[in-house]
């Protein structure tokens, strides 16, 4: 008989322990192939326990191929060769490892921390949250709710001076999620060309032969672009990432020139981090200036609102609204309805507006005051790449690399970005060049990480 012991005041079944059991002593060998296990009246009578118990492990064991049954005959033990037992293979346990505890960071990619409005958000959040939101719990528009798409459509006529309607917009949980869309609408054949430095993102999706194009204080290269066999074009032209240069207006004219000169030609443009601008007029989106459906627009909220919110959305030209409904319509939005709901709502009263206008003087503030610190060291750094965004450049006269310089920041625990952190060919340039982000630097803060930094760069005030 088998005599297994098994504990009644387990939070595991009794006839979980009885299978687990039984599958051991099969797979031990301690029963042999072909044996006759108990019957179930007898097996049950004898481990004091319900006739139930034992059907389920048997059950559980016949299912999983461990035993055969032969009606009115009994349970045998099959032979485990016939069964596919798959051998966990032995791997090292994963680690995790906690994020660094920075002393002060420049990380480009940080907002400000301090003042995002949780009190309206949250009175957004409990509103949707009702019954009489109830239809919100099935799957919505595959592109994203109408709400929030004509909320957009409002905000880049308003904003960026881009006219659109509503069906051309999808909303995506990223620009990362949304760009490998963009790129099967424009087919296995698409040769793209980025920007040199740039958004790692397209490269990195696209492994293959990504163009790199060299930038300069006027944005893209686009002589440089018309020697390449690239058909599309990723270019931030509002905010140059990373080097804040803005795209000239007579080479958004020779760009989209390009374009109109093969019909498979498109340009992506990525609008990210051109919400805020310090010196200047705004610069509108060159998708504005698009007559002939050659733009695909991009933008995210992660900026203006926050990174983890991951809302994004692209404005495709009309022919590709087909393709897309073609090729995605059977793929759900990858934001939830509820969280699309809150931000259009927001949107709607007015309150994105209000919060833009809010965080462009607080980000001014920090963005004055870091370059006011940063004066202090000149001439040994020059600022560049400081009119718009969350971070802004500095051009170091120093004998060491920019990985030289990037570790000793590091080994200060502060967080800094160097300019080869962003170019594709590795090229470094001749004075080393650090990206400092001051999102989420207090103002109280700013003056003393600028010290902190420059103590472990060994520069000194002039
Ligand atoms: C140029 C550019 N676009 C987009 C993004 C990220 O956008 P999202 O948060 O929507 O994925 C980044 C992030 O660094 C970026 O540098």
Not at 85 to 110: C, M, N, V
Not at 345 to 359: C, E, P, Y
Not at 382 to 406: C, N, P, S, Y
Not at 434 to 444: I, K, M, P, R
Request: net charge neutral.
């Amino acid at each position: 008989m088998l005599l297994f012991e098994l504990k009644k005041n387990s939070s595991t079944p009794l006839y979980e322990q009885l299978y687990a059991s039984i599958k051991q002593a099969i797979i031990e060998a301690n029963i042999p192939i072909g044996a006759k296990l108990p019957s179930k009246r007898k097996l049950a009578q004898f481990l004091a326990i319900s006739q139930t118990t034992v059907e389920l492990a048997y059950g559980q064991l016949l299912a999983e191929g461990y035993v055969s049954t032969k009606p009115r005959v009994g349970f045998f033990v099959e032979d485990l060769e016939s069964i596919p037992l798959i051998d966990k293979p032995t791997t090292a346990p994963l680690q995790t490892e906690a994020p660094p505890a920075w002393r002060y960071s420049f990380h480009p990619g940080k907002i400000d921390s301090e003042h995002f409005p949780f009190s309206s958000w949250r009175k957004y959040a409990k509103d949707i949250f009702d019954e009489s939101s109830k239809e919100l719990l099935s799957l919505g528009d595959p592109q994203g709710e109408l709400a929030l798409r004509t909320e957009i459509a409002h905000y880049l006529y308003q904003s960026r001076g881009i006219t659109c309607d509503a069906a051309q917009i999808v909303i995506g949980s990223g620009t990362e999620q949304l760009l490998p869309i963009i790129m099967r609408l424009l087919g296995d054949d698409a040769q793209f060309a980025v920007e040199n430095p740039g958004y790692s993102a397209l490269p990195r999706i696209h492994l293959q032969d990504v163009i790199p194009v060299s930038i300069d204080e006027d944005g893209l290269r686009v002589d440089e672009l018309a020697q390449t066999n690239a058909n599309v074009v990723y270019v931030t032209p509002s905010h140059q990432f990373p080097t804040g240069a803005v795209l000239s207006m007579k080479r958004r004219a020779k760009l989209l020139k390009w374009a109109n000169e093969y019909d498979n030609r498109y340009i992506i443009e990525d609008d990210y981090d051109s919400e805020f601008r310090y010196i200047g007029k705004p610069i509108a989106a060159l998708c504005g200036l698009d007559q002939n459906n050659k733009v695909i627009y991009m933008s995210t909220f992660t900026k203006s609102l926050m990174p983890s919110l991951r809302v994004a959305y692209v404005v495709l030209p009309p022919q590709l609204v087909q393709t897309y409904r073609r090729l995605f319509n059977y793929y759900s939005s990858t934001v939830p309805r509820f969280d699309q709901h809150i931000l259009a709502n927001f949107m709607r009263d007015g309150h994105f507006a209000k919060h833009l206008n809010r965080m462009r003087t607080i980000y001014r503030k920090k963005h004055d005051l870091l370059i006011e610190e940063l004066q202090q060291y000149a001439p040994k750094i020059e600022v560049f790449g400081e009119r718009a965004g969350m971070h802004l450049l500095i051009r170091l006269q120093h004998d060491e690399t920019e990985q030289q310089l990037k570790q000793r920041a590091l080994d200060a625990a502060i967080q800094i970005f160097t300019l080869s952190d962003y170019t594709s060919t590795k090229a470094t340039s001749d004075s080393p060049t650090l990206l400092l982000g001051f999102g989420d630097l207090h103002e109280t803060q700013i003056q003393k990480a600028v010290q902190a930094l420059m103590d472990a760069l060994h520069i000194t005030k002039k």
